[in-house]
T-cell receptor
């Protein structure tokens, strides 16, 4: 157990639907990151939050959004889902920012859009 | 943005063999990590190693920051070492506390019994 908790582990939904993925960071970590892993794009950084504030955006689609709550857990919202959104979505957490700390990854949410 | 290249892309070895995986990166970094993705998809943190050398059991890693490369060594391979090994970095030019990792494409390692 890495200490980063992601739910659900698996999700199957239809095109056009909206889903929410949840992440609880490791105790004491203030930064939360979301990553997408797909066969054609590999592992891509989506978005970063630090202590409730958005810090950086990567290759995140406009149909996707995220937030970090006061208790530091984070949610990734995916809407108007397409077949190509099927992927493994990882959450990671870190103590601080600036890249000077290691990152710990959760076990991922496998999303299948049918 | 920063580019990360890993080699070889695929590696098939017999149990007990040693291997060296390489990661080249295009800019100076303040974070470099090696991960192992097992067949169940879990990403396991092996090393946080922006510079220097570290060892953990049969695995060791060396990063030569001035020459922009890192090496992961696996000795006496076991079938459980199979999976994909990723190198991921954060460029020193990522400003404002932005530090999302940039991943390489990985090395797919298969250890045969």
């Amino acid at each position: 157990d890495s200490g980063v908790t992601q739910t659900p582990k698996h999700l199957i939904t239809a095109t056009g639907q909206r889903v929410t993925l949840r992440c609880s960071p490791r105790s004491g970590d203030l930064s939360v990151y979301w990553y997408q892993q797909s066969l054609d794009q590999g592992l891509q950084f989506l978005i970063q939050y630090y202590n409730g504030e958005e810090r950086a955006k990567g290759n995140i689609l406009e149909r996707f959004s995220a937030q970090q709550f006061p208790d530091l857990h984070s949610e990734l919202n995916l809407s108007s889902l397409e077949l190509g959104d099927s992927a493994l979505y990882f959450c990671a957490s870190s103590v601080g920012t600036g890249g000077y700390y290691g990152y710990t990854f959760g076990s991922g949410t496998r999303l299948t859009v049918v | 943005g920063i580019q990360v290249e890993q080699s070889p892309p695929d590696l098939i070895l017999q149990e007990g063999a040693n291997s060296t995986l390489r990661c080249n990166f295009s800019d100076s970094v303040n974070n470099l990590q090696w991960f192992h993705q097992n067949p169940w998809g879990q990403l396991i943190n092996l090393f946080y190693i922006p510079s220097g050398t570290k060892q953990n059991g049969r695995l060791s890693a060396t990063t030569v920051a001035t020459e922009r490369y890192s090496l992961l060594y696996i000795s006496s391979s076991q079938t459980t070492d199979s999976g994909v090994y990723f190198c991921a970095v954060v460029s020193i030019y990522s400003g404002g506390g932005a530090d999302g990792l940039t991943f390489g494409k990985g090395t797919h390692l298969i250890i045969q019994p």
